[in-house]
């Protein structure tokens, strides 16, 4: 268990931040950018969360449970990503284990099942919960762009089943959002050039 006795520790006043491994690093370093992306897209998650709780809408109640359990995950995965494997040494860190994965998986198969088939690409909108929904899944698609731009660079490296986990979970964020807009049916979908005739 994680204990917190101190919040502040004046560690970090020269711009620092301190690893899982006990190495430090720049606040602006890639590494640390991407974990604190990890840690906005829980924050827009835990409003989602809110969004669905406050809907009245009983049928919810499953994607509020699978977003609290995304919101641990999402720890688990900042742990994974501020702590950088050692090569060819053996590692009993906490990583994001592809069980994890594969339980989105089903969530998204479970939601998508009972959705309209799509007929265009759908905009941000429709219900309260649905556009929170849709701004969690942008946050997480952010976070998933600091992940693979920290694992393009030399010297760096981020797990595969990590990469495959904040690329489920944005999925899931989608396909979350149409089933809280009536199950698809109230989508706002995108028409090209619509407003182009009145120019």
């Known amino acids: 268990m994680v204990r917190l006795n101190r919040i502040y520790t004046r560690t970090g006043d020269d711009g620092t931040t ?39 809408d009983p049928g919810l ?29 053996k590692d009993a860190r906490l990583r994001i284990a592809p069980s994890q994965v594969k339980r989105l998986e089903r969530d ?27 701004q969690a899944r942008t946050v997480c698609r952010r976070a998933e762009r600091r992940m693979t731009a920290l694992a393009a660079i030399e010297g760096e490296s ?19 959002a149409r089933y809280a807009n009536d199950r698809g049916r109230a989508d706002v979908l995108w028409v090209p050039g619509a407003s182009q005739s009145e120019a």
């Open 108 to 134: 998204i198969d479970a939601l998508n099942a009972e959705l309209d088939p799509l007929r265009s690409f759908v905009l941000p909108g429709g219900t309260a919960t649905a556009t929170a929904l849709h």
């Open 18 to 56: 301190g690893l899982g491994d006990g190495s430090r690093r720049a606040k602006h370093d890639a590494r640390v950018e991407a974990f604190g992306e990890v840690d906005e897209a829980n924050c827009v998650i835990g409003l989602a969360r809110l969004a669905a709780r406050e809907s009245g």
């Open 158 to 176: 981020v797990g595969e089943t990590a990469l495959a986990y904040i690329n489920r979970l944005s999925d899931y964020l989608f396909v979350a």
């Open 61 to 89: 109640a499953a994607i509020e449970a699978t977003l609290a359990r995304a919101q641990n995950e999402l720890f688990d995965l900042g742990a994974d990503l501020c702590a950088p494997p050692a090569p060819g040494k």
